[in-house]
């Protein structure tokens, strides 16, 4: 009679070790960087194209209205403030939802489209509190003037509690601030999340 036998005596070889996967979730710090890098890249793009557009309409006012030349000192101003809202708010925002992507509510390859849209608007509403902190910090420091007598006008804007109603203006302004950057923050979440899920793809060809 003829077939295969298999011999209890000879035992399988043990299967080879598969080759460690790519990370495919933002609680790893690289992902979760990338991710922020691409949002505050996007942010400070969007808002250089405000700033240009700006400029360019007052400087046909300008000349509509007999100016005859672009505002110098005004332009200087849009770009100065320009700068400081980068440093002061957007690379806070930005901050804010690397924090929640890797510490608070990590996003992975595997969740569905509806986690992904929930984590990503927990992150900016991480984001829109940081970036609040950070311009109430901003502006806290920028009150404690030192010049005046020490104990006369040193700190005006401390002393006359201009600091505690900024301070409420600041939380009133969390809400607003999420909801206007909810669009670009989940956009980018889940161009990281489908970024994540074509890994393992690219790894293996």
């Given at each position: 009679?003829?077939?295969?036998?298999?011999?209890?005596?000879?035992?399988?070889?043990?299967?080879?070790?598969?080759?460690?996967?790519?990370?495919?979730?933002?609680?790893?710090?690289?992902?979760?960087?990338?991710?922020?890098?691409?949002?505050?890249?996007?942010?400070?793009?969007?808002?250089?194209?405000?700033?240009?557009?700006?400029?360019?309409?007052?400087?046909?006012?300008?000349?509509?209205?007999?100016?005859?030349?672009?505002?110098?000192?005004?332009?200087?101003?849009?770009?100065?403030?320009?700068?400081?809202?980068?440093?002061?708010?957007?690379?806070?925002?930005?901050?804010?939802?690397?924090?929640?992507?890797?510490?608070?509510?990590?996003?992975?390859?595997?969740?569905?489209i509806a986690?992904?849209?929930?984590?990503?608007?927990?992150?900016t509403a991480?984001?829109?509190?940081?970036?609040?902190?950070?311009?109430?910090?901003?502006?806290?420091?920028?009150?404690?003037?030192?010049?005046?007598?020490?104990?006369?006008?040193?700190?005006?804007?401390?002393?006359?509690?201009?600091?505690?109603?900024?301070?409420?203006?600041?939380?009133?302004?969390?809400?607003?601030?999420?909801?206007?950057?909810?669009?670009?923050?989940?956009l980018v979440?889940?161009?990281?999340?489908?970024?994540?899920?074509?890994?393992?793809?690219?790894?293996?060809?």
């Amino acid at each position: 009679m003829s077939g295969t036998t298999s011999d209890p005596s000879v035992k399988p070889a043990p299967p080879k070790p598969h080759p460690p996967k790519p990370s495919t979730t933002t609680a790893n710090w690289r992902t979760a960087l990338l991710i922020a890098a691409v949002l505050a890249a996007l942010l400070i793009a969007l808002n250089i194209a405000d700033v240009v557009v700006t400029i360019v309409n007052d400087s046909f006012y300008q000349f509509e209205s007999g100016g005859g030349s672009l505002d110098l000192s005004l332009a200087s101003s849009y770009l100065s403030a320009f700068v400081g809202s980068v440093f002061n708010f957007w690379i806070p925002l930005a901050a804010g939802v690397f924090l929640s992507l890797k510490f608070i509510s990590p996003v992975s390859s595997q969740l569905s489209i509806a986690a992904v849209l929930l984590r990503g608007l927990l992150a900016t509403a991480v984001g829109a509190v940081l970036a609040q902190i950070a311009v109430l910090i901003t502006t806290f420091l920028g009150g404690l003037s030192l010049t005046g007598p020490i104990f006369g006008a040193t700190f005006p804007q401390v002393i006359s509690g201009q600091q505690g109603l900024d301070f409420f203006y600041r939380l009133s302004s969390v809400l607003p601030t999420a909801l206007h950057n909810a669009p670009t923050v989940v956009l980018v979440v889940i161009l990281g999340w489908l970024w994540m899920r074509r890994v393992p793809l690219k790894s293996a060809n």
